[in-house]
């Protein structure tokens, strides 16, 4: 089952994955591809560009792994909005979205940093995300499912 203190990993990526999914399955380099469009207004194209600054920049490491991962098949949004799918098998899913949250947390550790799963880690990985990836929010300014609202107009 997933973790309480991971729902705000699981809200991360799933918010990460559904944004790289766009970038993957448009045509040419999803690097390129995060870019946003010239007839997108300012409100859009500045969370792009946040996002595009982010996953291009400090969290790199982090946005190739969740690329590798959607390739394969591995996407936490699609995860998500498959638990509300007519015969579902819940545990199932919910093991895939903990599988996912794993190798998430993992793919920014320090190399000299083990995973024990312990809520420390989960800590460790919202500071990786929060404090190192967006420029010093606080994991307060941004946190659940306003992620995206809330540190895309800071």
Known sequence: MINVDDSQTVEILKLIDSHLSEAVEADGDW?????????????VQTYYKMLQSLLLGPCEKLAKKRVEA?????????YVDDLTSDGADVDDIKKKIDDEVKAAK???????????????????????IFTL??????????????????????
């Open 31 to 43: 690097a390129d591809n995060l870019a946003p469009y010239d007839e997108d207004d300012t409100g």
């Open 70 to 78: 959607i390739a394969n098949g591995h996407n936490v949004a699609k």
């Open 106 to 128: 993992v793919s920014v550790l320090p190399m000299s940093t083990k995973y024990d799963g312990d809520y420390s880690m989960t800590k460790t990985f919202h500071h990786i």
């Open 133 to 154: 990836c967006i420029g010093g929010r606080s994991q307060y300014q941004c946190h659940n499912a306003s992620l995206a609202v809330r540190c895309g107009s800071n």
